[in-house]
């Protein structure tokens, strides 16, 4: 396809120190003409629809009681010894001779009563902080995958260079908002250490704010130092800011291990904001049912909630929903279902109903970013926004059910985040935008193209895509025929020549350098390897 040799970028993957020298030639080559990227700056974003209510008061109340009832009767299992210490002292039915504990409704409720229905997370470059809750609307890209994909080297594990090209395309796009978490794992750093240089990198190459793992005890410290450090806070002035964020997966069905619910202390403790979303899987760690599923995803979301409440009244949590079905042929995963967007709707009314703020997923099943890949993004998208998500996680590039990361497919999917963003702006009905004397000057069967009024707003008026194409067949044709995914390609290559690293203070790159240092020669994290 002959576009694609029209770019001296970085191609994804390729010799870092070659691609950024490659990357300040195209640099220059983009700013010179007119095909640099389209884009909107970064904004604060806020849905103006009402959130959609796909089940009645009362079968949202159902729903919600059988949850409660989950908690009372058949309990969920705190697998930690401090966890189960703190809600014993809070008034849960705990034994010492097991794990299982129950969760008096009135103990739930009245913990839950404590969350903030929104907060302030926090980025070292202020323009980028992110209000979370009310009718605000968070994307961030792909993460946790074990493996990425391109065209030039198709699919493979993922190494630190793809992982730090992957930061540097989140931070060319205004659209995300987020570092959501490792976008793909660098598995070629020791898993000790992999924490520090991700983290840190997070800091250097951009200047938003961003995920931590809860992944042990130590990542958690290292990974809020870091935060800390980053936005030159006291300890006292951090444990006031909401600076870093942190997904807790309850360990379906009813389970809640030692990692996350070290994680929910830790941040909590320090008043760092938890997204407790529960992977339930209907059909496979969940009931076939929707419903069902639902109330098992209630069930678990209100008993981590409710004890990062326990760890300290008011600290900053979302309710986070992530129930899908699975394939009952092969037993794998499905996203972007039909099933998918009656969850994410009902997930919403039940954050909404507890005052607390919402976290959903845009995602697919496709293995590549294909037709499939497309719909089922679209379908998952939709049904987040509609369900009234605050959070969209996974927003850009995920394929394979989460087991990769594309790079053409953040690209595609930029493109959809960037229309969606545009269909979100209210519409303007002023006097100017009514056009009526526009209408009046033109009268019955001219057209629009030469009147003032188009002239004065035609370059501005509608959104420019970076991957459709709009133009008739022939003109697309005599250009090569190029797909969405041969566009995606060329779009990529050119954001990471566009890419710039933020300024940092050097103190503060200083002392990050050192901490990191630091903890690489204490030995990082322990492992088992």
């Known amino acids: 396809m002959a576009e694609t040799d029209e770019i001296e970028g970085v191609a994804p993957g390729g010799d870092e120190t070659a691609g950024r020298r490659r990357g300040r030639r195209g640099r220059r080559e983009v700013q010179g003409h007119s095909d640099a990227i389209e884009q909107k700056p970064f904004r604060a974003r806020r849905n103006p629809f009402a959130p959609v209510q796909a089940v009645s008061e009362d079968q949202l109340e159902a729903i919600h009681s059988a949850s409660l009832d989950v908690l009372e009767n058949i309990g969920v299992d705190f697998i930690n010894s401090e966890a189960k210490a703190l809600l014993k002292a809070a008034g849960a039915d705990v034994s010492a001779s097991s794990d299982r504990i129950r969760l008096d409704r009135g103990l739930v409720l009245e913990a839950l009563a404590s969350a903030p229905a929104e ?13 979370v809750g009310g009718d605000s609307v968070i994307w961030s890209g792909v993460a946790s995958a074990p493996n990425c994909a391109d065209a030039q080297r198709g699919r493979r594990p993922g190494s630190q260079q793809d992982y730090r090209d992957f930061l540097r395309l989140s931070q060319v796009f205004n659209v995300i908002d987020l570092n959501g978490g ?23 190459l951009t200047d938003k704010a961003f995920h931590i793992y809860s992944l042990g005890r130590e990542r958690n410290l290292d990974g809020m130092e870091i935060a800390r450090i980053a936005l030159g806070l006291t300890h006292e002035e951090f444990e006031r800011t909401p600076s870093v964020i942190s997904i807790i997966n309850s360990s379906s069905p009813l389970r809640l291990d030692t990692p996350m619910l070290q994680g929910i202390i830790e941040m909590s403790r320090r008043g760092q904001p938890i997204v407790l979303t529960p992977f339930t899987l209907a059909g ?40 899908s079905n699975v394939d009952m042929k092969s037993g794998a995963p499905a996203f972007g279902t039909p099933e998918y967007m009656q969850a994410a709707l009902v997930g919403g009314q039940l954050a909404r109903r507890y005052n607390l703020p919402y976290r959903s997923s ?9 037709a499939q890949a497309a719909w089922e993004t ?8 509609m369900g009234g998500a605050n959070y969209i996680k996974h927003a850009a590039g995920w394929l ?42 033109v009268g019955p069967g001219g057209h629009f193209f030469g009147t003032a009024h188009t002239q004065a707003r035609y370059k501005t008026a509608f959104y420019p895509p970076i991957i ?45 350098a050192d901490f990191v240092a630091r903890r690489k020669a204490e030995g990082g994290a322990p492992t088992d390897f």
């Open 182 to 204: 490792y976008p793909v794992e660098p598995v070629d750093i020791h898993a000790s250490v992999r924490h520090l240089d991700c983290i840190s990198d997070f800091v250097t």
């Open 468 to 512: 459709s194409d709009w133009r008739n067949f022939e003109t697309w044709r005599d250009a090569g025929s190029p797909t969405a995914y041969d566009k995606a390609q060329v779009v990529c290559r050119k954001a990471l020549a566009e890419y710039e690293a933020p300024p940092l203070d050097p103190a503060i790159a200083e002392e990050l």
């Open 119 to 131: 907060f302030i997370l926090h980025a070292r470059n202020p323009e980028r902080n992110l209000k």
């Open 284 to 323: 496979a760690m969940a009931p076939v049912t929707v419903a069902g599923a639902l109330v098992q995803q209630n069930a678990e979301a209100l008993a981590g909630l409710a004890f990062a409440q326990i760890v300290r009244p008011g600290a900053p949590v979302v309710y986070g929903g992530f129930t």
């Open 378 to 385: 679209v379908f998952s998208l939709w049904g987040a926004l």
């Open 400 to 441: 394979e059910g989460g087991l990769t990361a594309g790079f053409e497919k953040f690209v595609i999917d930029i493109d959809l985040l960037q229309m969606m963003d545009a269909f979100l702006q209210p519409l303007d009905t002023s006097p100017d935008a009514l056009a009526v004397e526009a209408i009046r000057d």
């Open 362 to 370: 845009a995602v697919c099943a496709a293995n590549s970013p294909d």
